[in-house]
């Protein structure tokens, strides 16, 4: 069982720069793929950027890439999300996932079992 907690949310202005983290209980083991995705109100959720904890591969959303960038503390048992260049499209609620699997990519929110309660970003212009 894995429980996932989000942080790092806010309000910042577009240009502006969080880092978001989702600390992890009940390490996960072996091949998981952690992962974060986002999601407007009447709108499906949407990834945005995932990494593999055993390689490190990193995957991206093309309307992120070179501005957010997904790491893990494997000491700390923690995942980040440092978001540079917010812009007001990113503005969304922000959720953590992890998933038993190899990410072969950016996985669709579907194959992932555990999820964290959210945290808001809001970029105004």
């Known amino acids: 069982q894995v429980q996932l907690v989000e942080s790092g949310g806010g309000s910042v202005q577009a240009g502006g720069s969080l880092r978001l983290s989702c600390a992890a209980s009940g390490k996960p083991s072996g091949n998981y793929c952690m992962a974060w995705f986002r999601q407007t109100p009447g709108k499906e959720r949407e990834g945005v950027a995932a990494?593999?904890?055993?390689?490190?591969?990193?995957y991206y959303a093309d309307s992120v890439k070179g501005r957010f960038t997904v790491s893990r503390d494997n000491v700390k048992n923690t995942l980040y999300l440092q978001m540079n260049g917010l812009k007001p499209e990113d503005t969304a609620m922000y959720y953590c996932?992890?998933?038993?699997?190899?990410?072969?990519?950016?996985?669709?929110?579907?194959?992932?079992?555990?999820w964290g309660q959210g945290t808001q970003v809001t970029v105004s212009s």
């Open positions: 990494i593999n904890i055993r390689d490190r591969n990193t």
């Open positions: 996932s992890a998933g038993p699997f190899v990410c072969g990519g950016l996985p669709r929110s579907i194959a992932f079992g555990y």
